[in-house]
Nanobody, 115 residues
Framework: QVQLVESGGGLVQPGGSLRLSCAAS????????MGWYRQAPGKQRELVAT???????NYVDSLKGRFTISRHNAKNTVYLQMNSLKPEDTAVYYC?????????WGQGTQVTVSS
């Protein structure tokens, strides 16, 4: 079974940037929608952004302009570039894949924004 492995999280100061990566252990078809979600302490998991196999993107309104999702189909990898980070962006970030067959989640990577 394909697994999703996130990387790139860590501690960053407010205003800084991070790029998260999510690598799939196997082939991800172009029909698969890839996405990033996040879960802050004490809150429900929420959508950050999604991207289709053809590159169409969708963002939660509050993050537009600061976060950018991208995808490298040949590498079966999806990225999340996060700029101008704020303390409220602190959360565990999860990678997700979804297609007509099913849905997968990664184990999550911690992002902490603090001075």
């Amino acid at each position: 079974q394909v697994q999703l492995v996130e990387s790139g999280g860590g501690l960053v100061q407010p205003g800084g940037s991070l790029r998260l990566s999510c690598a799939a252990s196997g082939f991800i078809s172009s029909r698969t929608v890839m996405g990033w979600y996040r879960q802050a302490p004490g809150k429900q998991r929420e959508l950050v952004a999604t991207i289709t196999g053809s590159g169409n993107t969708n963002y939660v309104d509050s993050l537009k302009g600061r976060f950018t999702i991208s995808r490298h189909n040949a590498k079966n990898t999806v990225y999340l570039q996060m700029n101008s980070l704020k303390p409220e962006d602190t959360a565990v970030y999860y990678c997700n894949s979804r297609n007509p067959i099913g849905e997968l989640w990664g184990q999550g990577t911690q992002v902490t924004v603090s001075s």
